[in-house]
């Protein structure tokens, strides 16, 4: 799966200082009159019609009985399933064994589904699953979540004798809190034997973005609807009884009941449409059976969408699908997405197994994509692209997603975690491979050097708290599962393979992968097998000492959290240095109950002023996770610098001693390009943040700023101005935000000046990203230039939202609005949320709020996060957007119900900037009396609690200091005016 997270982040784009969005357009807009506005309530009236008749007016099908199943009549109304309970958010669950008993494992399903899409959005279902005994037992149970099942239909009888009598069942039992159905046996089953167990079910299309399905793609005169599902991790038992883990492996052989006019998709090809008897106007689609594959793999959808299809690949075909009239929008992943499916097949030295590759652009979808073998969904902007107004962040976005499903294909769909445990190893690995594949497709676009911001440095920022976790954590019940779907698992995971693909080498590293994916394809694993096949690839390479494992090294990455600081301290006459490793926290808890010994293996990679080589990232040094200490020797005099972790490839910080980050800040500032571009990035990110955490001085920190005017990298300017968001959102609020603006200002005029107003298409990629992020923190800064620019451009050619709506007045905001609801661009809708956030009024940012958690408000459920981000990220909204999180914690609960990413994201949104006692004790009791009802956001609860007063202490520590630096370096709000 991608997190829809990465997204908020673009948007946010520099954290706080996001002000502008970018978009282009193709022709002018006429101006705002009150038509426009009298059109606009118009649509929102339709809009408001529709969802009355989706609600409350279902139609009622007459129907005869489709799957010979139900004896019962087909519900004339929205059945009323009230099985397993939805488990919102906001509800107690003591920690319980959620897994099923392994007596019997499942070999093979025949799936037969027939929503009532445009009726009642009850499933009529039918589904026979062979399992064999593996254990003697005198039960059956498997996973279901609101779902009847037809006791009297359930049948199980032996492989051999299916239309036998079967064997006696003497009791049907639900265990809500487990989803679990068991089917109690008059006998025990025979161990070895082949069963079959089949069964009549009824469930419901739902309307939370999860298991099967329903909402509406397009309002008119006739609403049109899709069926969709979302499985990962733990939803397929929502749509039809099933053996809902991992490592429980079958074929799938599944049949979708639809209407005509409509078509349906799965993961395997179509292999006949067969028209329902007795049901006019229904098919059945009956699709090929699968190979063997976990149940949070199995998709299906139904819908009207359009296709276009590419034969690029020789042995899969690739189609894309999409709303008829955004299909065209499909034409880049339609691209892009064979020639990365080729490249991984290449990389891997594995076929892809299936005959085809379907990708949809799903309306609404709660994650960012997901990687269903052979049917991948998406959410519209993660891709669909329009060249014509979508911005180059944008076309980035389509093109990771693309690379990261696939890669998924193999890394998580060919070979499977055995249990959630290790998810990380899915996520983590198709979060790298995802900047190889755009690294191929996209060669220009220096991904390898976008992956340290992104998600390096990232992530470095989470773990470097307390309350983050290791990286293979033990988890159970389906909220805890879902609550590792976090950046740790995601960018954690792509840093530490990183590494690990730089200390074994690629050669190595790609021989043991291919191993590991041919020996055990089809098959379940855990993180031991893959040390293992790397382990024997590097001994065969000699790239690791025989007497080190990867296990070894890569059990101090993935079983502990955090990471390690290094400090590098050379001798008197620079010859030689003492290397220490001690673990990296933002700040120290003098309280702390931790007491663990955290230490690592430490590739420990470095190069110097008098032979520089940026290009070795092999480690020259291991630092066990026994040592305090080491000592290198053979290092130049004490006038030239020492650089450690080249290319920054070690998931470790680096700290020197103040003479070496003095020559650094030399050679920064003498002639910047002797630094590999990447070791820049690095320098600023560990200086800053060793600021932060009160390891070096701010003085040191904001000289290495000092050179800035020269670069023209983005990468290392990212990195920066990521940084100095932090400083901008402590001081937003404080009296010397002046002094810090004029300070700001100074770095940045230069790059604004240098990237234009004018986005152009043509430009290089990066460039235009460098554009985005000037003039973004120009204008959020209030440079009068940006800010007259952004005006004048608001409503006429490249659009400037953000400002424009800060500018102006509910006219505006309004205008916003049209342009969002008419939009077919969905990452046009997008910048226009997000810019609708940016208003001043208090009351429009009040409706905007209520709208956003308000079902058929024209905003979708999915979007309902960056709406709350965008009000949040507002200094007039901030404070609004706390209240109404607590004022209306369960009317937002309730609005997602259960295993919702976006709880934890609208969290971290509300409380990002708190940085006052006030504020800690809001938190704390928010925490209080919720306690037990967070669900999956318990965790951003408290880690919001912990940044809150980090950023307390920070603030007593360091607000002093920094006013005293930037008035010494002639920063002063009232001496300079701009
Ligand atoms: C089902 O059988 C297994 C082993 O045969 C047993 O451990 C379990 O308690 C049984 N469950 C029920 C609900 O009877
Ligand atoms: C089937 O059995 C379960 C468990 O006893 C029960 O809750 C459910 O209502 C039954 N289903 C039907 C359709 O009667
Ligand atoms: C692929 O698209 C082309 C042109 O749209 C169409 O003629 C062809 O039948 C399609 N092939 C398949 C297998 O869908
Ligand atoms: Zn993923």
Redesign the pocket.
């Given at each position: 799966m991608t997190g829809s997270s990465r997204e908020t982040l673009a948007m946010e784009m520099n954290q706080s200082a996001a002000s502008v969005s970018f978009g282009k357009r193709n022709g002018c807009y006429v101006n705002r009159s009150v038509a426009v506005i009298l059109g606009l309530l118009f649509v929102s009236a339709t809009v408001a019609t529709g969802l009355l008749v989706y609600y409350y007016a279902p139609q009622v099908r007459e129907a005869g009985d489709p799957l010979n199943l139900a004896r019962?009549s087909l519900a004339t109304e929205r059945p009323m399933v009230p099985?397993t309970p939805m488990t919102p958010a906001s509800e107690v669950k003591p920690k319980i064994d959620v897994r099923l008993p392994r007596s019997v494992k499942p070999l093979h399903y025949k799936v037969k589904l027939q929503p009532l899409i445009n009726g009642n959005f009850s499933i009529l279902g039918y589904v026979e699953v062979e399992v064999e005994v593996l254990e003697a037992t005198s039960n059956v149970t498997l996973h279901i979540a609101d779902i009847?099942?037809?006791?009297e239909t359930i049948k199980l009888a032996p492989s051999d004798q299916v239309q036998g009598p079967g064997i006696g069942i003497n009791?049907?039992?639900?265990d809500n809190e487990r989803q679990f159905y068991v089917a109690e046996l008059g006998e025990e089953l025979e161990v070895g034997k082949k069963y079959v167990l089949s069964m009549d079910f009824e469930g419901y299309l739902n309307d939370q973005l999860h298991g099967f399905y329903s909402r509406l793609t397009r309002r008119g005169r006739s609403d049109r609807l899709i069926a969709s599902t979302q499985f990962q991790p733990t939803d397929a038992r929502r749509a039809f009884p099933c053996f809902d883990e991992p490592g429980m492996k079958a074929t799938f052989e599944v049949y979708l009941g639809r209407e005509e006019g409509m078509s349906s998709i799965s993961n395997m090809p179509k292999f006949e449409s067969i028209p329902i008897e007795g049901q006019p106007g229904w098919v059945w689609d009956h699709f090929n059976t699968s190979v063997p594959m976990s149940t949070y793999l199995v998709a299906f959808v139904i819908s009207d969408f359009s296709h276009m299809n590419s034969t690029a690949n020789d042995h899969v075909l690739f189609r894309v699908w999409a709303r008829k009239a955004a299909i065209e929008q499909a034409n880049y992943a339609l691209t892009t997405g064979p020639d990365i499916l080729t490249f991984f097949e290449g990389y891997f030295n594995v076929p892809f197994p299936l005959p085809k590759q379907d990708m949809i652009a799903i309306p609404d979808f709660s994650a960012g994509a997901m990687e269903n073998w052979g049917l991948i969904t998406y959410r519209e902007t993660a891709m669909l692209y329009d060249p014509a107004v979508s911005a180059a962040s944008n076309k980035q976005r389509v093109v990771v997603v693309v690379a990261h499903e696939l890669a998924h294909q193999w890394f998580g769909n060919l070979v499977t975690p055995e249990w959630w445990t290790d998810l990380w190893l899915n996520e983590g690995f198709a979060s790298f491979m995802e900047y190889l594949g755009v690294d191929h497709s996209e060669p220009s676009w220096k991904m390898m050097e976008q992956f340290v911001p992104d998600d390096l440095h990232d992530v470095f920022a989470i773990d470097c708290l307390e309350s983050s976790h290791p990286i293979s954590i033990p988890v159970g019940h389906p909220d805890e599962i879902n609550e590792i779907f976090d950046r740790i698992s995601y960018a954690k995971g792509a840093s530490i393979i990183r590494m690990m693909n730089h200390f074994l080498t690629e050669a190595t590293f790609r021989k043991g992968l291919s191993n590991y994916l041919t020996d055990l394809k089809y098959q379940n694993a855990e993180q031991d097998d893959l040390w293992q096949y790397l382990t024997t690839a590097a001994y065969e390479d000699n790239t690791l000492p025989t007497d080190i494992s990867v296990k070894k090294i890569m059990d101090t990455w993935t079983l502990q959290m955090g990471y390690p600081v290094i400090k590098v301290t050379r001798s008197s006459d620079g010859t030689s240095a003492t290397v220490t490793q001690e673990r990296f926290l933002l700040v120290k808890n003098p309280n702390s109950t931790d007491t663990h010994d955290y230490k690592w293996w430490v590739p420990l990679s470095y190069t110097t002023e008098t032979s520089p080589d940026f290009e070795t990232t092999k480690p020259q040094r291991w630092m066990m996770d026994t040592e305090q200490q080491l000592t290198i020797s053979s290092l130049p005099a004490k006038d030239k610098w020492v650089i450690f972790n080249v290319q920054e490839t070690g998931y470790y910080r680096v700290n020197y001693d103040a003479e070496n980050w003095n020559l650094i800040i030399q050679q920064l500032k003498d002639q910047h390009e002797s630094i590999h571009v990447i070791n820049r990035a690095q320098i600023i990110d560990d200086v800053l943040n060793l600021a932060r955490a009160g390891q070096v001085s701010y003085d040191t920190a904001l000289s290495v700023n000092a050179y800035l005017g020269k670069e023209v990298e983005y990468v290392p300017w990212d990195t920066a101005l990521n940084n100095l968001g932090y400083l901008e959102n402590m001081f937003t609020r404080s009296s010397g935000y002046g002094d810090l603006k004029s300070y700001l200002l100074d770095i940045l005029i230069p790059l604004y000046n240098s990237v234009g107003f004018e986005d152009n298409l043509n430009d290089p990629h990066l460039d235009q990203y460098k554009r985005v992020k000037a003039l973004s923190w120009a204008c959020n800064l209030g440079y009068q230039d940006c800010v007259d620019n952004s005006q004048s451009l608001f409503n006429t050619w490249s659009t400037v939202y953000c400002t424009g709506v800060a500018e102006g007045g509910e006219e505006e905001w309004n205008f916003a609005w049209e342009q969002y609801i008419n939009s077919n661009v969905a990452t046009e809708k997008a910048k226009l949320l997000s810019a609708m956030g940016c208003t001043k009024e208090v009351w429009i940012l009040s409706r905007y709020l209520d709208m956003a958690f308000t079902e058929g408000s024209g905003i979708r459920k999915q979007d309902a996060s960056q709406v709350f981000a965008a009000v949040a990220r507002n200094d007039v909204g901030r404070y609004l957007a706390w209240n109404y999180l607590r004022d209306q914690w369960q009317k937002i609960a309730d609005y997602y119900g259960s295993g919702f990413f976006a709880i934890a994201r609208i969290i971290k949104a509300a409380t990002r900037a708190f940085n006052t006692k006030l504020e800690l004790a809001e938190l704390e009791l928010f925490k209080q009396q919720h306690e037990g009802q967070l669900g999956t956001a318990t965790r951003a609860v408290d880690q919001a609690i912990e940044r809150t007063e980090n950023n307390i202490k920070w603030m007593d520590n360091n607000y002093d200091v920094i006013m005293q630096w930037l008035a010494d370096n002639g920063y002063s709000s009232k001496l300079k005016s701009l």
């Open positions: 019962t099985t009847v099942t037809k006791n009791k049907h039992s639900y």
